[in-house]
């Protein structure tokens, strides 16, 4: 029996670094074929660089300081337009979620704000911002506000009635009521609209910044293109990637650190 138990600790811990191991080994697949490919000459380095020299140019880029300051200011319109966007979209779900009034007054004409692809604004928000700070923040704004406002919404819309009647019951305040039972039913719903948010924010900072800007990773792609400079490019294209990855990691960390402390503070009700 021992024994048996002892295999199997070992075999779980064999399988972790595997599973852990296994998300990294397509692209490292078609990170080779790729260098292959171009080392052997299939591809032209006019159309697609090797990753070898992409990184060579990072490297470059990153020495003079240029990657640095410009993966800064796209950092900085990212963070900024989200925490507004989502704020945002938080409270009039919150409201509206939470009051029959304000969702028969409000939600019906969100929804129809929400149907309009909030990239074709571009040049409405140009004309009246110009092409400062203030327009790519409010574009990323705009475009995180719904994906985080219909899952808030819709999380604490459809929380459980019977919760709310063990509330009652317990003679709980409004403010208990939400922090203690409605709020943790329909955070999972709300964390999926943030995680949701995250890729749109990516998306539209990209547009943003490729059509009007002097400054972040999307001017350099644009700036880059008016050069014939493949490699910075596809650096570009990759460096977004890779926030891209990074942002969905932080945000499965969070959400499963949040929904954990949900668990355990249900257990110990």
């Known amino acids: 029996m021992q024994d048996s138990l002892t295999i199997a600790r070992k075999k779980r811990k064999f399988d972790l670094p ?13 990170i080779l074929f790729w260098q292959v490919s171009s080392t052997l000459g299939w591809l032209s380095s006019s159309v697609l660089p090797s990753p070898l020299a992409v990184l060579q140019d990072g490297i470059k880029l990153t020495q003079s300081g240029e990657l640095p300051k410009n993966l800064s200011i796209s ?25 029959k009034t304000c969702r028969l007054l409000f ?23 110009g092409i400062n700070e203030s327009a790519k923040i409010s574009l990323v704004a705009i475009g995180t506000m719904f994906p985080v406002y219909i899952n808030t919404f819709h999380g604490i819309s459809s929380v459980d009635p ?9 003679e709980l305040s409004k403010s208990q009521m939400f922090f203690k039972i409605i709020f943790p039913a329909a955070l999972p719903q709300i964390l999926v609209g943030i995680r949701y948010a995250l890729g749109v924010m990516w998306t539209t900072l990209i547009v943003a910044e490729t059509i009007s800007a002097s400054s972040g990773i999307g001017y350099m792609a644009n700036n880059a293109e008016d050069f014939m400079d493949m490699e910075t490019v596809i650096l570009c294209i990759v460096v977004y990637a890779i926030l891209g990855k990074i942002s969905d990691l932080v ?7 949040l929904l954990e402390w949900q668990t355990t503070g249900r257990s110990n009700v």
């Open 18 to 30: 595997v599973t852990k191991l296994l998300p990294f080994l397509l692209p490292i697949i078609l």
């Open 75 to 99: 950092l900085y319109r990212a963070t900024v337009g989200l925490l507004i966007g989502g704020g945002v979209g938080f409270i009039l779900g919150f409201i509206n979620g939470m009051s």
């Open 107 to 129: 939600d019906s004409s969100i929804q129809m704000f929400r149907n309009i692809p909030h990239l074709a604004l571009i040049p409405l928000i140009i004309l009246w911002l």
């Open 162 to 170: 019977d919760l709310i009647e063990m509330g009652k019951s317990y």
């Open 251 to 257: 945000a499965k960390s969070f959400e499963s650190l």
